[in-house]
């Protein structure tokens, strides 16, 4: 079998490290760019009207979050007095929300589940934490997500499942290439230390990349864009109700932008400092808790590891 396997034997270490990193930056840009290969980009958009808020919140977390979702349900229930906020004098992640005892109409299905959670005052954090909730909350969100696939907003299951197998064949592809020559540097007693930690790096880029945390399709965010543009507006307008007055929910400013748009607007602060900084957790995840980590690769050069050094393909920790 090592006959087979001759021409790559001969390949100069230094070399085939070379062709090893570029083959993983072309295979790690192939698996983020076939992923947005949806052919949705030159559909018709949707109308500015076609989603409630909570539709548009659930597509602006790229269908990937329940947060945005409660969020935006907390808001439209303080804003209708259903709820409110209790200040903490000393930690905002302790300020508590809890119901006034408003009467309860016509409710959105994700507001109920919301108000429904608050039986007992807690904190945002908290409700965010609620697992029940979580559980109501992703059962509503599956329907709306159907919803958003059928607009071609939203990535369908079979697609996502195509992809994951064109990137699982494109690990399968650089895990042979670097197999094959680190193979034949351990029988030929070379030393393979640096082709193994390529190998590795690039093989955890690579899962990343199926991992890679947006669902949303080309014609989705053409249409957030759109929507961005359209209601650009609203942002400096919100103490004066100018969204209610032109005609449309209110609450929608909040879906679109999130509740970061409602900083340095006296009327909202009680509300806007209640809520946590949006976090990951389990690195999937927006829940709160945890922080973000970051990873950088090496390489190595040719300069440390000279041709003249080598032996039957051979060289220092370049690989076999």
């Known amino acids: ?52 808020p909570y539709e548009v919140s659930y597509l602006r977390s790229q269908g990937m979050s329940e947060r945005t979702v409660i969020e935006t349900a907390l808001f439209s229930l303080w804003q209708k007095k259903i709820v409110q906020v209790a200040p903490s004098a000393s930690n905002a992640s302790q300020d508590t929300i809890s119901r006034t005892g408003a009467s309860v109409k016509n409710l959105h299905p994700v507001e109920r589940a919301v108000y429904d959670a608050l ?11 609620n697992s029940g909730l979580r559980t109501q909350v992703k059962a509503i969100l599956a329907e709306i997500g159907r919803k958003l696939q059928n607009l071609n907003l939203l990535q369908s299951k079979a697609f996502q499942d195509k992809v994951r197998g064109i990137q699982f064949g494109l690990i ?19 030393p393979v230390t640096y082709l193994v930690f390529l190998f590795v790096v690039f093989v955890l880029i690579l899962f990343g990349s199926m991992s890679n945390t947006t669902n949303i399709t080309s014609l989705g965010r ?61 690195g999937s995840s927006d829940w709160g808790g945890g ?30």
């Open 291 to 320: 922080g973000g980590s970051s990873c950088s690769s090496s390489s190595c050069s040719s300069s440390s590891c000279s041709s003249s050094s080598c032996g039957g393909g051979g060289c220092g920790g370049c690989g076999a």
């Open 119 to 129: 039986s007992a005052p807690q904190s945002a954090s908290s409700l965010f934490l």
């Open 172 to 190: 399968l592809i650089f895990s042979a290439f670097a197999g094959i020559k680190a193979y034949l540097g351990i029988i030929n007693n070379r």
């Open 1 to 52: 079998m090592e006959s087979i396997f001759e021409p790559i034997r001969q390949v100069p270490g230094p070399v085939y490290l070379l062709y090893l990193i570029v083959l993983g930056v072309v295979f790690t840009a192939l698996s983020y760019i076939i992923k947005r290969m949806d052919g949705t980009g030159n559909l018709q958009l949707p109308r500015p009207d076609a989603l409630d």
């Open 222 to 282: 053409k249409y957030l864009e759109s929507l961005e543009k359209q209601f650009e507006w609203t942002k400096s307008h919100l103490d004066a109700g100018a969204p209610a007055a032109a005609g449309f929910d209110p609450v929608f400013p909040i879906a679109l932008f999130g509740v970061g748009i409602l900083s340095g607007y006296a009327g909202y602060e009680l509300f806007n400092h209640a809520m946590p900084p949006m976090m990951s957790y389990g």
